[in-house]
């Protein structure tokens, strides 16, 4: 292994605490392990991931509509329960057009969107299997689900065959990614190192490179992203039937690798508060970067799926109903749920892209039927 750079001039890890709690040493010792620098799709996978002590896998609220709560940040249903309500509609279409009965969403969270699926599609769901890594939450979403204990399993492992409709709102964006750097000319991956018993960036010189070409000689830097596209090869493997929703923020190929995005899309939620240093209150906080919806539909276009849709997910709400019978609701839940169409909340930085399984007769859902984009990844 090449001696890798640290950056302790050009990204230092200013205000940084000291690495000494249980989640750092954890880190620290894996860095120790590898010869002194990690990738940082590692880092990322042990600071969100770590059993029992990373992000995702401690016993943190994250969700939730206020900082007051303990939440860090709020996803669209907490927002409002039209949000689960309308995509029912089309969950229901999907349902029907494969002949299937079963229900698969990963990462649930709160349980939220689980709860106002259930509560919407009735008998037409026979099973809902929910695939978490967080104990924690898993017990949340129990409890969020009492009602509905007879029909929701969990898992921790997929099975060889999948039939059913699979749902992701916001996963994609909380898997590892690498980071690569391009700096005088010459690509580089940046990890992570330990630096005066600090985190710090660390750059050693790569093949790997971004799926486009980014113009111009400027310092760059951006991500990119195995473990989501190797997540849909993998479900695209397993679905004999049915349908894959992905919901998330992000853009496609064209715009993601813009040569004016140089700084890349990585960025922490805490406490309802957005930065972009993920090597600070590291187990504290989310890390995330935006998705790369062009990737993410070749890598299910490839491995076999039908690409059914691409739009905002403020056109996919609006072609699946959200606003029917909103003038029958209170002002403050029409607020919310215009906050998941609106511009400048949720409604066009979040996706919605759509999958079929090969082995299913044509069918058009309801939530591309007017804006679809597919034409633009």
């Known amino acids: 292994m090449t001696n890798p750079s ?47 002590l990373g992000y995702y896998a401690n016993a943190s609220r994250k969700f939730g509509l ?49 709860l106002q699926l259930l509560d919407a599609l009735g008998p037409r769901v026979e099973r809902y299997t929910i ?18 204990a007879g029909k929701v399993h969990w898992a921790s492992e997929l099975p060889a065959q999948l039939r059913g409709v699979v749902l992701g709102n916001e996963v994609l964006d909380a898997m590892p990614v ?6 005088n000319g010459v690509w580089h991956e940046r990890g992570v190192a330990v630096y005066e018993g600090r985190f710090v960036y660390a750059d050693r010189p790569t093949e790997l490179r971004p799926p486009l070409e980014v113009a111009g000689s400027h310092d760059y830097v951006t991500e990119i992203h195995p473990q989501a596209e190797g997540f849909v090869r993998t479900l695209a493997d397993r679905l004999q039937a049915g349908a894959m929703f992905l919901i998330d923020y992000g853009f496609p190929e064209h715009e993601y690798y813009h040569p004016q995005r140089s700084m890349g899309t990585v960025m922490c939620h805490q406490a309802h508060r957005l930065d972009a240093d993920a090597l600070v209150d590291v187990g504290d906080k989310d890390i995330t970067a935006h998705v790369n919806f062009t990737g993410i539909a070749l890598a299910g276009q490839d491995a076999g799926l039908n690409v059914l849709g691409y739009t905002s997910q403020g056109r996919f709400l609006l072609n699946c109903g959200l606003l029917d019978g909103m003038e029958h609701v209170s002002l403050s839940e029409r607020t919310m749920a215009q906050k998941l169409v609106n511009e400048h909340e949720m409604g066009e930085l979040f996706k919605v892209i759509a999958f079929g399984a090969a082995s299913d007769a044509p069918w058009e859902p309801m939530g591309f039927s007017a804006g679809d984009r597919t034409h633009t990844l």
């Open 131 to 148: 695939v978490d890594l967080s104990g924690s939450l898993r017990e949340r979403q129990r409890a969020t689900l009492a009602a509905h």
């Open 178 to 183: 690498k980071l690569l750097a391009r700096l």
């Open 66 to 114: 206020m900082p007051a709560g303990g939440s860090d940040f709020v996803t669209a249903p907490e927002l409002s329960p039209r949000f689960g309500h309308t995509l029912a509609r089309q969950v229901a279409q999907a349902l029907h057009a494969s002949a299937t009965t079963q229900l698969w969403e990963f990462g649930a969270g709160s349980g939220a969107l689980a």
């Open 6 to 52: 640290i950056l302790t001039t050009d990204l230092p890890c200013p205000g940084g605490k000291a690495i000494t709690d249980t989640v750092t040493d954890t880190i620290t010792h894996a860095i120790s392990e590898a010869g002194g620098w990690l990738g940082f799709d590692e880092f990322m996978a042990l600071a969100l991931y770590a059993p029992g």
